[in-house]
């Protein structure tokens, strides 16, 4: 079976350099699959948890969570370099649903408080929301 390279590498450390057989992520265009050989492309992502899949069967795919950043594909390697990127067993489960709570808080306070006293910034609060919601989806834990 052919492979290609992935390599995702955050601000603080290089996450994952392996062969894979296939990596399915969300960028700001919408979901692609990659598989070896795939055309050239760069693309910015949205957070999300990204599924990369060591061979096509059933059994065989790892989840990462990604905090938002660039994709670059040549035929023989996928870069990615990430704002935040959490493979499950990294992730604090208890810290990922705070940080969800407290971004929801956030959301509901923008939408309930008067448009011209609204202190949030409703954009910082959706991402921080986004990201909490992929870091819990990598680990398979419910949102509370």
């Given at each position: 079976?052919?492979?290609?390279?992935?390599e995702?590498?955050?601000?603080?450390?290089?996450?994952?350099?392996?062969?894979?057989?296939?990596?399915?992520?969300?960028?700001t265009?919408?979901?692609?699959?990659?598989?070896?050989?795939?055309?050239?492309?760069?693309?910015?992502?949205?957070?999300?948890?990204?599924?990369?899949?060591?061979?096509?069967?059933a059994?065989?795919e790892?989840?990462?969570?990604?905090?938002?950043?660039?994709?670059?594909?040549?035929?023989?390697?996928?870069?990615i370099?990430?704002?935040a990127?959490?493979?499950?067993k990294?992730i604090?489960?208890?810290?990922?649903?705070?940080?969800?709570?407290?971004?929801?808080?956030?959301?509901?306070?923008?939408?309930?408080?008067?448009?011209?006293?609204?202190?949030?910034?409703?954009?910082?609060?959706?991402?921080?929301?986004?990201?909490?919601m992929?870091?819990?989806?990598a680990?398979?834990?419910?949102?509370?």
């Open positions: 079976m052919a492979t290609i390279r992935l995702v590498v955050s601000p603080d450390r290089q996450v994952c350099d392996r062969e894979i057989g296939m990596l399915i992520v969300r960028s265009g919408g979901e692609l699959g990659i598989l070896p050989r795939h055309a050239p492309l760069l693309t910015g992502l949205v957070p999300h948890v990204m599924r990369i899949k060591s061979g096509l069967g059994g065989d790892e989840l990462m969570a990604i905090g938002g950043g660039f994709m670059e594909v040549t035929p023989e390697k996928i870069t370099l990430a704002a990127a959490e493979e499950p990294d604090d489960v208890a810290r990922a649903q705070a940080a969800y709570q407290r971004a929801k808080q956030r959301i509901d306070e923008y939408k309930s408080a008067p448009k011209d006293s609204a202190s949030i910034d409703i954009d910082r609060a959706q991402l921080a929301l986004a990201r909490a992929a870091r819990l989806a680990t398979k834990n419910p949102i509370n």
